[in-house]
């Protein structure tokens, strides 16, 4: 076990002093972090054998997720937001449903061992964009403003929407959706997703705001406890969230947008330090990831879930 942590802590340190010469090249992070996972897993040098299980997993990326939604649109720049909201709107409402359908028909030529409604939940789980995977691109300065909020927008509410979508094919692919009960299951799973998450995420920041200006003007909030309250109450907004039947993420990514909003002068000194407590949970994640999960599954990829992948990431997504 230590062993492990002291490659894993090593990693860290190194690419903690080279980062910013990478994020200017072509090399996204993330992709970095899961090779070295695969290089130093039991499929690689087998140097690094963390005994994780994959609920474990699951609830690390899951909390890393959640505080990158809610540190990156508390940055969001609502001025220019508000003047090209219609680049996330078209994502939303035209890009993600036409990407949910290409990639449906190029896996029904693709996978014919599996059945309709089990290409359909392929399809929908591969069409959202990641909010990790994108924060190179949306704090990149030299892509324009407005794609970057776009991005940054629609990054942050297409989990939420596809997850209501999923669960009707689940629920169609194992036979327990009724063909006249799949319209208003589809309702309600949307509206208890969206609707439980966003008034979760809203009435939490708002409290949560209200507080830390309260005991900021006091001069209670020191600077050792500076980097706690975002990462503590992006958390809050996830896990309250999940429990009411909501979507977390979209309760992180509407307390985000909110807590930019009301409180732009508590905003700075507060988030840096929860970025990079998201940035190295992202780190570890997907080092876990690329050892626990792809480096072991390499023998079972085909041609066909390679081409898919491969097409999925590309023209599918485009």
């Given amino acids: 076990m230590y062993e492990d942590l002291a490659i894993m802590a090593a990693f860290v340190f190194l690419y903690s002093i080279v980062s910013g010469g990478l994020e200017r090249t072509p090399v996204n992070g993330a992709l970095v972090f899961i090779l070295v996972g695969i290089a130093l897993g039991p499929v690689g040098l087998g140097v690094l054998n963390l005994n994780i299980e994959r609920e474990g997993l699951r609830t690390l990326a899951e909390l890393t997720l959640a505080l990158v939604l809610f540190t990156d649109a508390a940055n969001a720049n609502l001025g220019v937001l508000k003047k090209s909201f219609h680049i996330p709107q078209r994502l939303l409402l035209i890009g993600l449903p036409l990407t949910i359908l290409l990639g449906f028909g190029v896996g ?16 929908t789980m591969l069409a959202p964009t990641d909010a990790a995977l994108g924060k190179a691109v949306v704090t990149n300065d030299s892509v324009p403003a407005n794609i970057r909020e776009g991005l940054n927008v629609e990054s942050g509410l297409n989990d939420g929407i596809c997850v209501p979508i999923l669960f009707v094919f689940l629920a169609l692919a194992s036979g327990t959706g009724a063909e006249n009960g799949t319209t208003a299951l589809a309702l309600k799973l949307v509206a ?3 609707g439980v998450g966003l008034a979760v995420g809203v009435g939490f920041t708002v409290l949560a705001t209200w507080l830390v200006k309260r005991f900021s003007s006091l001069g209670w909030i020191t600077e050792t406890w500076r980097q706690l309250p975002v990462v503590a109450l992006s958390i809050v907004c996830f896990t309250v969230a999940q429990l009411l039947g909501g979507s977390g993420f979209i ?32 780190l570890i994640t997907w080092v876990l990831f690329g050892a626990a999960v792809v480096g072991q599954a390499l023998g079972s990829f085909s ?14 997504r485009m």
């Fill in 108 to 123: 029904v030529l693709l996978f014919d061992t599996l059945t309709l409604f089990e290409v359909a939940i392929v399809a």
């Fill in 192 to 194: 208890g997703e969206i």
């Fill in 251 to 282: 309760a992180c990514f509407a307390g985000g947008l909110l807590f930019g909003a009301i409180a732009p002068a508590h905003k700075e000194p507060l988030l840096m330090a929860a970025e990079g407590t998201g940035d190295t949970l992202a």
């Fill in 303 to 316: 041609w066909e879930v390679l081409l898919y992948s491969l097409l999925s990431l590309t023209v599918v």
